[in-house]
């Protein structure tokens, strides 16, 4: 199949599968002609990059995962190392996330919203202790 066709099998967009083929991830064959012949295997590991990324695994780990996903030998726990990785760093994202939220719920509170120039919420960005 054509780069139109596993792109539409996929959801990829055409220019993401050329820049996976450059990065080494995938290896179209080539046609006489010079142009991207798809094999159902690409197709398979063009699905799972697409899950995978979706899923917010870095380029390298995708690497990784779609290494171990083609190699016979593979432990599972090659694997969950992996996504156990991915997923400690998804909940520090999140911890980070849900302290930045309180903080600015915090000074969205304390603002009163008024006609006056006193304002916590640039008093809190600029580090400058709240007025009495």
Same mark, same amino acid.
């Given at each position: 199949?054509n ?10 967009? &055409?220019k ?5 083929e ?10 006489e002609?010079?142009?991207?012949v798809?094999?159902?295997? &690409?197709? #398979?590991?063009?699905?799972?990059l $697409? ?19 083609? =190699?016979? #030998?593979?432990t ?5 190392a992996?996504?156990?990785? #991915?997923? !400690?760093?998804? =909940?520090t994202k999140?911890?980070?996330? #849900?302290?930045?939220? !309180?903080t600015?719920?915090?000074?969205v509170?304390?603002c009163? $919203? &008024? !006609?006056?120039? !006193?304002?916590p919420i640039? =008093? ?5 202790p709240?007025?009495?």
């Amino acid at each position: 199949m054509n780069i139109r066709e596993v792109a539409a099998a996929t959801g990829l967009p &055409d220019k993401t599968i050329r820049y996976y083929e450059s990065i080494g991830l995938i290896t179209p064959a080539r046609s006489e002609n010079g142009y991207r012949v798809f094999s159902e295997n &690409d197709q #398979h590991k063009l699905t799972f990059l $697409g899950r995978a990324r979706a899923l917010g695994f870095s380029i390298e780990d995708c690497r990784a995962l779609l290494a171990l996903y083609e =190699d016979d #030998h593979r432990t599972s726990a090659e694997v969950r190392a992996i996504a156990q990785n #991915h997923l !400690d760093e998804i =909940d520090t994202k999140l911890a980070d996330l #849900h302290a930045m939220r !309180d903080t600015l719920s915090h000074l969205v509170r304390t603002c009163a $919203g &008024d !006609d006056k120039p !006193d304002c916590p919420i640039l =008093d809190g960005l600029s580090g400058k202790p709240p007025a009495p």
